[in-house]
């Protein structure tokens, strides 16, 4: 079975390949095809691969290539995670918005919305494709803005295309972890809303609810990542655990201000840290395995860490290191290429789950998996208050993609001004304005 990685030079690719490397069953992955367009980033992830593989017996094999029809020829699976624009571009997102006064998170409001609008016409491009070399391949996409881009593919491919992101099934296993649930895979998570933007409403085992027994304890409330971070009066309050992302939305003048104050900006960071690697792995006789384990250790610990400055949270927990997203992608292709039958948390269209959105809209739920896809979940309506967010974001969604479709700068001025993060009709102006002269890739709004 063949696996197309796109973005194939990014830094987390090794995660990807490793878990991998821990599949010793029927149907599984026998090539893996990574693609970049940056030849460098390549032959150094392929070495970190190399050493990965060292010693494992079947080990996938790894081509690599800078030609994207080549890589989509024959795949039975796509993995999109790329990045449009780089690093460089992330920066730029965050520096443009705080200058405005407003948030330049890579998914959340201003940032979210310009990472989109470059990163749009990419991927319909992508899903163009493989509808044309690759229409039996099931598209899995973590390239963000994850549900928006997932929408923009799935106007080409259907339900074949399929995202995912590792967030809530941190935070169910984070909540699994504080009530004692021996077994979290035995756990029914009831989550529901836009990828970066849900909440756990519910924790089922054995059919027995165990969420309100969390709300009700303060000190168990408080004793994780979300406790901490939103604090546990307004856990109880909302009577629901949110992403993490909400935070930027339930404190937004806090974690702007803490961004503002930073010495770097998560995406100047990354680009400095990751650049180190890069240029390490110039070097003949750099251990690359090694160097890349050190360098994402960093990575992870400083996840979201203007955020827990803002309320105070400390430092992450080890357990919360291990990132995850490697383990759904790799779930959700055995899932369907095996037709081993599981539920996870994913982005689909919406058939009919959420009631105040329309068929086709990309929601993050709970699926049903199987052979001929993921199948959302029925789920009880969103209280008042989520609705209004799901529904606001929602709708700057389709104004992206009608932006990004018409190349129509006041329908992108539109889309930046209906964000409940951007308070101003003439600051979404300057938004663009700003963006389109600091990304090439933008300059198609006219």
């Known amino acids: 079975m063949k696996l197309t990685i796109l973005g194939g030079g990014g830094f987390r690719v090794p995660l990807v390949y490793g878990a991998l490397l821990g599949d010793r069953a029927e149907g599984r ?24 593989a060292a010693g494992v017996p079947g080990a996938p094999a790894v081509t ?18 790329i990045r449009v624009g780089g690093l460089e571009g992330r920066a730029a997102d965050e520096r443009v918005a705080l200058d405005q006064g407003v948030l330049g998170q890579e998914t959340v409001g201003a940032g979210g919305i310009a990472y989109g609008l470059r990163t749009v016409p990419v991927a319909v491009d992508i899903a163009r494709r493989v509808a044309r070399l690759a229409p ?45 649930v021996a077994n979290p895979r035995e756990a029914w998570i009831d989550y529901v809303g836009l990828n970066h933007l849900g ?42 655990i949110p992403n993490e992302y909400l935070h930027y939305y339930y404190f937004n003048r806090e974690a702007v201000r803490a961004y503002q104050d930073a010495e770097k900006t998560r995406g100047a960071f990354l680009r400095d840290q990751q650049a ?8 003949p006789d750099a251990e690359a395995l090694k160097t890349w384990d ?12 203007e955020n827990r400055d803002a309320a105070g949270a400390g430092e992450r927990d080890a357990d919360d290191l291990s990132g995850g997203y490697e383990k759904v992608a790799l779930a959700l292709m055995r899932a369907i290429a095996r ?19 329309d068929t086709d809209a990309v ?44 190349g129509s700068r006041t329908t992108a001025v539109k889309a930046f001004a209906l964000h409940p993060l951007v308070d101003s009709v003439n600051v979404a102006r300057r938004l663009v304005e700003g963006y389109t002269a600091a990304h090439p890739g933008l300059a198609y709004l006219k």
């Open 29 to 52: 992955v026998t090539d893996v095809v990574l693609h970049d367009l940056d030849a460098g980033r390549l032959s150094a992830v392929a070495r970190v691969l190399t050493e990965q």
């Open 64 to 81: 690599a290539t800078t030609d994207l029809d080549e890589a989509l020829r024959g795949a039975d699976f796509v993995f999109s995670a």
């Open 136 to 180: 039996d391949a099931w598209v899995i996409n973590f390239t963000n803005p994850a549900g928006l881009v997932t929408e923009a593919m799935s106007r080409h491919l259907g339900n074949r295309v399929i995202g995912i992101c590792d967030s809530p099934v941190g935070l169910g296993r984070r909540i699994a972890r504080v009530l004692g």
């Open 199 to 240: 909440w756990v409403r519910g924790l089922r085992v054995a059919g027995r609810d165990e969420l309100p027994r969390l709300l009700a304890d303060p000190d168990l409330l408080g004793s994780f990542e979300e406790g901490k971070l939103f604090g546990t009066e307004w856990l109880r309050s909302l009577g629901a």
């Open 276 to 283: 180190g690697f890069y240029e390490a792995m110039k070097r």
């Open 294 to 305: 050190s360098t994402r250790a960093e990575r992870e610990a400083t996840y979201m860490s």
């Open 339 to 357: 037709d081993e039958r599981t539920t996870l948390i994913l982005n689909v269209r919406n058939q009919g789950t959420l009631s105040v959105l």
């Open 363 to 406: 929601i993050e739920v709970p699926c049903l998996v199987d052979a001929n896809g993921a199948h959302p979940v029925a789920v009880d309506p969103l209280p008042d208050h989520a609705t209004g967010l799901v529904c606001a974001v929602k709708a700057v969604e389709r104004e992206v993609l009608a932006a990004a479709e018409s």
